[in-house]
């Protein structure tokens, strides 16, 4: 017999289906009653299965079911979500370090549950075209995915890689909440359905999404599913040795021979400096409510995008705050800057900002550089300059400007625009206007912005 409180004494733990027998001192053996498995004695009723990293505690260790050795974890959490009987469960990852060499596969009814962002699963270095998790097969129902850290290792990983794929036939009722997802060399979360399916009902939410090559979100195929409360940030850094992002950050998106999106909620989300445009739209009926876009498409060679871009009809696109502070900004060497250097003096370093992209160049020369730290009025690069500028011959500094329209909408009939928030710096500056109408009958009405022209209410 061994006291409660001395169970962390044991020389061999108990596994979490054997069973505990408490009682007193007073009771013999014979008369043990009350008895309870480990597991729910540590985690509650239901089916839940623990794995440890290979850098996990010692006693997180002495609970786990399946212990990752730190090479192809995705073996051990996979071996893990098989184990899990027919009417689903739960798998809980311990905080540590998981690397995957291949996909992580999830089943329905399934929850994949790490013990915060401590719970970090990474692609390795020198990996290549491996997906982060996938989720195949035929129907994949009621899933959820929660409280993880993904990472991609954009900058060391080699090939394609995604955060969270679902790319079964049918998708329903899938949750993915409160993950972080960083440094993807494609999307973070892509909702792609094979051959003619579809997802419905699918709930992304409470996730924080930077750095990644493509979209943050994306949504083809998909029906009355929400994306809400997500913070998506920097799309990308100055290590991706392909700096142009090529979409936007949420994408309701068309793909070839596959039906839009059609009635999906895409809500209270913050999107700030993406490269490529803040959210898009294809197909009908969707909500596009309450969230806030702020100076997207930045950056070498990234298309000029709209903060909201809608094609499709009987679209709601109300309460969103778009705004664009940064546009060209151009300020004066005060020095000459030689090549190989990284430090530019210019008369007026407060209007620019980190990874900003940037032009140098005077009279002869010309070259495009990223901005890695600003002290005072030194603008200090990633890269060494390739050419010699002087201040004879009108060196000077010039920022990239951000966004195209606040809210365009390319085509359709019927869209409602109410409410919203727009503001470009300097409008006139770029051609385009604050908010661009190419539909028909679309309703405009107490819309806000510093240019006036398509702000009439209809």
């Known amino acids: 017999m061994t006291k409660l409180s001395a169970l962390t004494e044991l020389s061999v733990a108990p596994a979490l289906t054997d069973e505990l027998y408490i009682r007193d001192e007073s009771e013999s053996a014979a008369n043990e009653s009350k008895r309870i498995l480990a597991s729910t004695l ?36 996979n071996n893990a979500i098989t184990a899990l009987p027919a009417g689903g469960g739960k798998v809980l990852l311990l905080e540590g370090l998981y690397y995957i060499s291949g996909s992580i596969t999830i089943k329905s009814k399934t929850w994949l549950c790490g013990s915060g962002w401590g719970t970090v699963i990474k692609v390795p270095n020198a990996t290549a075209s491996q997906i982060l998790m996938i989720i195949n097969g035929a129907v994949l129902e009621e899933a959820i995915v929660s409280h993880l ?12 890689n995604f955060g969270f794929m679902f790319y079964p036939n049918i998708s329903r009722r899938c949750i993915v909440t409160n993950c972080l997802f960083t440094d993807f060399r494609e999307v973070a979360i892509a909702s792609y359905p094979q051959t003619s399916g579809f997802h419905y009902g699918n709930i992304f939410v409470d996730n924080i999404i930077k750095r990644c090559r493509s979209e ?5 195929s998909s029906y009355y599913c929400t994306v809400t409360n997500n913070t998506i940030l920097d799309g990308l850094g100055h290590e991706d040795t392909q700096p142009t992002a090529r979409d936007f950050a949420i994408k309701a998106g068309r793909q070839g021979g596959k039906t839009d999106p059609h009635s999906c909620k895409i809500t209270n989300n913050t999107i700030v400096r993406w490269r490529s445009g803040g959210i ?24 000029a995008e709209s903060g909201i871009s809608i094609t499709g009809d009987f679209n709601t696109i109300k309460n969103n705050d778009v705004t664009d502070y940064q546009d060209d900004i151009t300020s004066l060497l005060t020095g000459d800057a030689s ?5 530019v003096a210019v008369t007026d370093g407060s209007l620019f900002y980190k990874d900003i992209t940037v032009t140098i160049s005077d009279d002869s020369n010309s070259e495009t550089n990223e901005v890695a730290s600003i002290s005072s009025n030194n603008l200090t690069m990633y890269n060494n300059l390739a050419n010699t500028y002087t201040t004879a011959a009108n060196a000077k500094v010039t920022g990239q ?7 365009q909408i390319v085509s359709g009939d019927l869209n409602v625009v109410h409410g919203n928030n727009l503001y470009r710096s300097v409008p006139t500056a770029y051609a385009a206007d604050t908010l661009e109408d190419n539909g028909t009958n679309t309703r405009k009405r107490d819309n806000i912005g510093n240019d006036g022209a398509w702000l009439t209410d209809v």
């Open 42 to 77: 540590l985690f509650g009723t239901g089916a839940t299965l623990i794995v440890a990293a290979n850098d996990s505690t010692a006693q997180g260790k002495l609970l786990a079911d399946y212990i990752c050795d730190g090479t192809a974890d995705q073996t051990e959490i």
């Open 149 to 160: 850290c993904l990472d991609g290792n954009l900058v060391n990983a080699t090939g394609e």
């Open 216 to 220: 943050a979100i994306t949504l083809f």
């Open 280 to 303: 898009k739209a294809f197909g009908d009926h969707h909500k596009i409510q309450n969230n806030t876009v702020r100076d997207c498409s930045y950056g070498a060679g990234s298309p």
């Open 339 to 343: 090549s190989g250097q990284k430090v």
């Open 401 to 407: 400007r951000t966004m195209r329209e606040g809210i």
